[in-house]
C-alpha cells in the first residue's frame, strides 16, 4: 500500500507541533548542509519557531550577513531600512526624554525658572517638598537602625565584660591568688629580719669558720 497523503496545516496540539518542528529542522539544516558540499552553493538559512526560537546556519564560505548583502543587491530592497527607521525613532525619543530630565533637574536646582507660570512653579514646589518628607524619613530610618545596631554592640560588648569578670572572680576563687601573696610577703619579711638582726652576714649550711681561701 502507497503511503497516504498527509493534510498540510498547523498542528493543533503544541507538544506535537514542536517535535514535528524539532524533525523537519534537522532535516532541513542537513539538506542545507548537502546542498552546500555537493552543489558549492552558498546556503543561508534561518528559522524561528512558534515559541521564538532562533535558528540559523550559513555555508562556512560565506556568512549570513554576506548573503543578505547580495540579496539586497540581486532585488533592490533595503531589509534594513525598516529597522533603521525604528532605531531612529527611538533615538529621537530618547534623546527628548534625556533633554526633559535634565531641564527637571536644572529646575530641582534653582535653575531655568523663566518660562515656567505660576501653576508650574507651585507644582514644582510641591514636588521639592514631597521629595524633602521623602528624604527626611529615609535619613531618619537610617538614623534608628544605625542606632539600633549601636546599642546591640554596646550590649554585646557588656555581656562579654561580665563573663570575662565572673571568669577571673572564679580563676581566683580556684587557684587562691590572695594567700599565695601573703606567703610571698612573709618570706620576703622573714628575709629582711635575718639580714638586719646581727648585722652579720649568714650563710646557710656552713659555719663561718669554714669559710676559708685556699
Not at 72 to 87: L, R, Y
Request: glycine share 6%.
Amino acid at each position: 500500500m502507497g503511503r497516504g497523503k498527509i493534510e498540510i496545516k498547523m498542528i493543533e496540539n503544541s507538544t506535537n507541533r514542536q517535535v514535528t518542528y524539532s524533525k523537519r529542522r534537522g532535516g532541513l539544516l542537513k539538506k542545507a548542509k548537502e546542498l552546500s558540499v555537493l552543489c558549492d552553493a552558498q546556503v543561508c538559512l534561518l528559522m524561528v519557531s512558534s515559541t521564538s526560537k532562533f535558528c540559523e546556519y550559513s555555508s562556512p564560505s560565506t556568512t549570513t550577513k554576506a548573503i543578505l548583502d547580495r540579496y539586497q543587491q540581486s532585488t533592490g530592497v533595503d531589509i534594513w531600512k525598516e529597522h533603521f527607521d525604528s532605531m531612529k525613532n527611538q533615538l529621537v525619543q530618547l534623546q527628548g526624554a534625556n533633554l526633559k530630565l535634565r531641564q527637571e533637574i536644572s529646575q530641582r536646582m534653582g535653575e531655568e525658572l523663566e518660562e515656567l507660570d505660576m501653576n508650574q512653579l507651585r507644582d514644582l514646589e510641591e514636588d521639592l517638598e514631597t521629595c524633602l518628607d521623602s528624604i527626611r524619613e529615609r535619613k531618619i530610618k537610617q538614623i534608628i537602625t544605625q542606632t539600633e545596631t549601636y546599642k546591640k554592640k554596646v550590649k554585646s560588648s557588656e555581656d562579654q565584660h561580665r563573663i570575662l569578670i565572673r571568669q577571673l572572680q572564679t580563676a581566683d576563687a580556684r587557684f587562691g591568688f590572695s594567700s599565695v601573696e601573703s606567703t610571698v610577703s612573709n618570706y620576703d619579711d622573714q628575709i629582711t629580719m635575718v639580714n638586719i638582726g646581727d648585722n652579720q652576714p649568714h650563710v646557710y649550711g656552713y659555719g663561718i669558720h669554714e669559710l676559708r681561701l685556699a
